[in-house]
């Protein structure tokens, strides 16, 4: 490769796509595929992937293939690809069969650099003889950990793509791209997409623009808690996540009946109806989705500003993935879980009872539990952590973290850390002499000291741990306390924390126990002490715009009036690219996205080479788009100096 070509590269950066600059790990994954390379590229969500295979597309002669698991987003990839100027076309199911065939002879008269495809389609024998004659530049595999049946969105049918890259004549470079980073999943794409000594780069994994959060609230008071957020953040795009699709029917029809426009997703809704919300939200006809887990892979809506969790998700990989979606395009972003000790069971339930015996023999079932066991005891122990949050996220996922963050919800100081030492010695001695043999209703029964009827039939009432935990009660002549006036929650929520730091293990389902987990010797040791998290009852629960990143006080905060003035020229164009988005049919940030709008806000650009210095602004959107905004700015500008000369008005008593 000549330095040319990375020239090349960056004036397409910036010619097509606006940007002036390489995120990180972009220009070395580009310089990588132009050396003919492939390369494996691992980074979160919202960094910036898809340019990795997008620029050598355009710069390499030939076409691109991208194989992508989700037909109904080629045709918004594609799209946004075309009001850059980039000739882009997919080739799936939702074409009719004439138009498919008008697809591939012109993309064999070389009019695209770019066809995305599904993985399905390697396999249909008019696809492959295209291949064949097509002049192949480089294949992309997007979203490459489906290609694993250790990540959480296997798709058998990206198995074939080794073999397809393999038919080829002249074997292309292929570019693997993901978010998902366990050294597991990385091997089998590796291994299963057949790489050719990959470049592998893994950028980190924090998302400075994100700000995280958790409460534990009573299931009751989640509705409240989620409608209270929406209705102080109105226009904002978000994702609320629920476990099951009872809560998205809850949460939507009390979000429509409040007035707010939401949609939902779930799987019990018709194919149709699925596709039209997820179209609504991603216009921004009905910026609020609620929705289950089945929504969003591979949604690049670069503008969703919160993504809140109304349940606990089943493990770390999946809510950083989910609360991910928040703030691709830079601005602040907000993610916040929501939980109740309720949840801890449910996805514990869940764990006994979806992971059966149909395909797997007896013993992988036990070790996909048990792994499935420890995903979620970290994630209990993110709910947990009196740490800061962005730190813990960072250290599940191999990266050292930098101190505390201060833009996160335990960073900025609303919970406290109480000590659990005591308690938890306690917990694990009873545990110990119980032989993990009970449940942990049980457990805490016994250390309360609770006479229930459980209790007594297990003659456990007589035991020498029996109350060991009930401070102050009334006590009967041998010691051993009258009645339990202890709360179990405070004992069950140190049973919590103690597996999810992996001293003990808990499991729920017909036979519950409560055992020893990897760690637990460590607890028995001197220095062994244990913190929780306690929030107060009436923790003020601040409102917080967005920016919350420059926190009030610490004398960053722009003057008010020029925050606002900033906030109401954003409207003014939001409102202006909704309008062109509509005449356009395209999704709104197809036009621009929110961080391209609040750069003009910012440059207030007068001339067309103003207007081509915003971030995200490329010489085709420059043309379809400049003079409009260019207007909307000045005419706005103008607006301001009336104002600011005094009117008769403001001298009125
Ligand atoms: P990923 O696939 O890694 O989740 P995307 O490729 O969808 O991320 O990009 C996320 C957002 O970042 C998009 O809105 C994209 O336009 C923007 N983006 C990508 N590269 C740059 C860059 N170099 N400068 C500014 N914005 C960028
Ligand atoms: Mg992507």
């Not at 992937?49 to 698991?69: F, H, M, N, R, T």
């Not at 299963?192 to 700000?211: C, K, M, Q, Y």
């Not at 009827?453 to 010691?479: I, W, Y």
């Not at 788009?625 to 005419?635: Q, T, V």
Request: negative net charge; contains cysteine.
């Amino acid at each position: 490769m000549t330095l040319a070509t990375m020239d090349e590269a960056t004036r397409v950066l910036a010619a097509a796509f606006g940007y002036e600059s390489f995120r990180p790990g972009q220009e070395e994954l580009v310089r990588a595929v132009l050396q003919g390379r492939d390369v494996l590229g691992v980074m979160p969500t919202g960094a910036g992937k898809s340019l990795a295979y997008q620029i050598p597309a355009i710069v390499l002669p030939g076409l691109a293939i991208v194989i992508s698991p989700l037909v109904s987003l080629m045709g918004d990839q594609v799209r946004s690809l075309r009001e850059n100027g980039v000739r882009a076309a997919f080739l799936n199911s939702t074409l009719s069969a004439s138009e498919q065939g008008a697809v591939i002879r012109e993309a064999l008269d070389g009019a695209y650099d770019i066809l995305y495809v599904a993985p399905e389609r390697l396999a249909d024998p008019r696809f492959m003889e295209f291949a064949a004659q097509a002049r192949i530049s480089l294949v992309a595999v997007d979203e490459a950990h489906c290609v694993s049946q250790w990540g959480q969105d296997f798709r058998p049918s990206y198995l074939a793509i080794g073999q397809f890259i393999d038919s080829l004549a002249v074997r292309p470079p292929v570019c693997a791209l993901t978010a998902t980073a366990t050294g597991r999943v990385r091997a089998d794409i590796v291994r299963l997409l057949g790489l050719w000594d990959p470049f592998e780069l893994v950028t980190g994994f924090d998302r400075p623009n994100l700000r995280f959060d958790v409460k534990r609230l009573a299931p009751k008071d989640k509705l409240a808690h989620i409608m209270s957020y929406v209705r102080e953040h109105p226009g904002d795009s978000g994702i609320v996540y629920c476990s099951t699709r009872k809560d998205v029917e809850k949460v939507h029809e009390a979000l429509r009946e409040a007035g707010i426009s939401a949609t939902r997703y779930h799987a019990g809704l018709s194919k149709d109806e699925r596709l039209a919300n997820q179209e609504a939200f991603i216009l921004d006809n009905a910026p609020v989705m609620v929705a289950t887990n089945a929504f969003g892979m591979g949604i690049d809506k670069s503008n969703v500003r919160f993504v809140i969790h109304h349940n606990l998700p089943g493990s770390m990989e999946a809510y950083y993935q989910e609360a991910g979606r928040a703030g691709r395009d830079g601005e602040p972003g907000e993610c916040l879980l929501l939980w109740s000790d309720g949840d801890i069971s449910t996805c514990r339930y869940f764990i006994e009872a979806e992971v059966k015996n149909d395909e797997l023999a007896p013993e992988e079932v036990e070790v996909v539990r048990a792994s499935r066991r420890r995903m979620l005891e970290a994630m209990v122990g993110y709910c947990y952590t009196t740490e800061c949050l962005r730190g813990y996220i960072l250290r599940y996922f191999g990266e050292a973290a930098r101190g505390a963050c201060g833009n996160c919800g335990n960073c900025s100081g609303e919970a406290k850390a109480v000590d659990v030492t005591n308690e938890a010695r306690a917990v694990m001695r009873c545990v110990h002499q119980l032989r993990g043999r009970f449940g942990k209703g049980v457990v805490v029964d016994v250390l309360r000291g609770a006479h229930t009827a459980r209790v007594e039939q297990l003659g456990l009432g007589s035991c020498g741990f029996f109350g060991a935990l009930a401070e102050g009660a009334p006590r009967r002549s041998d010691g051993k306390p009258l009645s339990a006036t202890v709360p179990a929650g405070r004992i069950r929520e140190v049973v919590e924390l103690l597996a999810a730091g992996g001293y003990l293990v808990v499991s729920e389902g017909k036979y519950p126990t409560v055992g020893f987990g990897p760690r637990f010797r460590e607890a028995a040791e001197p220095g062994f002490s244990l913190l929780m998290k306690e929030v107060p009852a009436k923790a003020a629960r601040k409102g917080r715009r967005r920016g919350s990143t420059i926190d009030a006080g610490d004398g960053l905060e722009a003057p008010v009036h020029e925050r606002s003035e900033d906030e109401e020229l954003f409207q003014r164009l939001r409102a202006l690219r909704r309008s062109i988005a509509e005449v356009n049919e395209v999704p709104p940030y197809v036009v621009f996205s929110d961080a391209t709008l609040r750069d003009m806000c910012l440059l207030r650009p007068a001339s067309r080479e103003a207007f081509l210095e915003v971030s995200g602004v490329g010489a085709v959107k420059l043309d379809r788009y400049g003079e409009a905004f260019l207007k909307e700015i000045a005419s706005f500008e103008d607006e301001k100096a009336n104002d600011a000369t005094p009117s008769s008005s403001s001298f009125d008593v």
